[in-house]
């Protein structure tokens, strides 16, 4: 089974460095990387055209016009251009763990998506790292304890233990907890029965607690990834949030049709 790892990214070239050397240590090699890039500026596209004639990476740089925050267009487009039967779906300021693909590949059900995880890093510790000549998860992981004592990030033990597969993984209904498009894996072929993401909800929010819903509602079963796909959320400004309760309403209001239509 060929992953396709869909790396959503806009004008970050410091973070999505150290995103695509982390998923050049992966142990599991067979996989593609697209990077869904909502309108960077040529700088970005500069860094991606040298970082790939070093790497042994497979990557597609899919990009578009900047007109505003149009995540589930640009998500689409790059869907669009993957040759993989799975998808992962990953932001460009999240650093990924060496078993990350590997993790993904063990929870990947015919039937079945996955939700992952993060954790989160302040934005000392951010600016830290992001000062470092080249992404270490060993030296990371070497002061995991130091990090969580000093409040560098918000989880400690999911980056320690590793949980196997399991019907406790399974989400018995749509909850909006832990919905995060940041770590989020699917079946190609579920991507597309479902329309992918909604190109219509623009601005911040919402977009994928809308895919999953949607991918819920078709008879899939979700199931969490904690404690085995956490990603490394590096830390940012909170983004323009002026679209969010509208993206949201929309969601609550297709949740509320579907159960009128059970009634």
């Not at 990476?57 to 267009?73: T, Y």
């Not at 406790?168 to 993401?197: S, T």
């Not at 949740?255 to 059970?262: C, N, Y």
């Given at each position: 089974?060929?992953?396709?790892?869909?790396?959503?990214?806009?004008?970050?070239?410091?973070?999505?460095?150290?995103?695509l050397?982390?998923?050049?240590?992966?142990?599991?090699?067979?996989?593609?990387?697209?990077?869904?890039?909502?309108?960077?500026?040529?700088?970005?596209?500069?860094?991606?055209?040298?970082?790939?004639?070093?790497?042994?990476?497979?990557?597609?740089?899919?990009?578009?016009?900047?007109?505003?925050?149009?995540?589930?267009?640009?998500?689409n487009?790059?869907?669009a251009?993957?040759?993989?039967?799975?998808?992962?779906?990953?932001?460009?300021?999240?650093?990924?763990?060496?078993?990350?693909?590997?993790?993904?590949?063990?929870?990947?059900?015919?039937?079945?998506?996955?939700?992952?995880?993060?954790?989160?890093l302040?934005?000392?510790?951010?600016?830290?790292i992001?000062?470092?000549?080249?992404?270490?998860?060993?030296?990371?992981?070497?002061?995991?304890?130091?990090?969580?004592?000093?409040g560098?990030?918000n989880?400690?033990?999911?980056?320690?233990?590793?949980?196997?597969?399991?019907?406790?993984?399974?989400?018995?209904?749509?909850?909006?907890?832990?919905?995060?498009?940041?770590?989020?894996?699917?079946?190609?072929?579920?991507?597309?029965?479902?329309?992918?993401?909604?190109?219509?909800?623009?601005?911040?929010?919402?977009?994928?607690?809308d895919?999953?819903?949607?991918?819920?509602?078709?008879?899939?079963?979700?199931?969490?990834?904690?404690?085995?796909?956490?990603?490394?959320?590096?830390?940012?400004?909170?983004?323009?949030?002026?679209?969010?309760?509208a993206?949201?309403?929309?969601?609550?209001e297709?949740?509320?049709?579907?159960?009128?239509?059970?009634?």
């Open positions: 089974m060929k992953i396709s790892v869909i790396v959503a990214t806009y004008n970050r070239i410091d973070a999505l460095n150290f995103v050397q982390s998923l050049e240590t992966q142990s599991d090699h067979d996989f593609e990387v697209l990077i869904a890039d909502d309108g960077s500026s040529s700088d970005t596209t500069d860094f991606i055209n040298a970082f790939k004639l070093k790497s042994k990476l497979q990557i597609k740089h899919v990009w578009h016009e900047d007109l505003g925050f149009r995540l589930a267009l640009i998500r487009l790059a869907s251009e993957a040759s993989g039967e799975y998808f992962i779906f990953l932001d460009g300021d999240c650093i990924v763990q060496p078993d990350f693909v590997a993790q993904h590949r063990k929870l990947a059900k015919k039937g079945y998506f996955t939700t992952g995880s993060r954790v989160l302040n934005e000392v510790l951010t600016k830290d992001l000062s470092w000549p080249y992404w270490d998860f060993n030296q990371f992981s070497n002061k995991l304890l130091s990090y969580r004592l000093a560098g990030i989880k400690y033990w999911p980056l320690k233990i590793k949980l196997g597969d399991g019907s406790w993984r399974n989400y018995k209904k749509f909850v909006w907890r832990r919905i995060k498009g940041c770590n989020l894996a699917c079946w190609k072929e579920d991507a597309l029965a479902i329309g992918g993401f909604d190109e219509t909800m623009t601005g911040w929010g919402h977009e994928d607690a895919f999953v819903f949607r991918l819920q509602n078709r008879g899939l079963i979700r199931k969490s990834g904690s404690w085995a796909t956490e990603v490394l959320h590096l830390y940012h400004r909170i983004n323009d949030q002026s679209n969010a309760a993206n949201a309403r929309r969601v609550r297709k949740i509320l049709a579907k159960a009128k239509s059970e009634d």
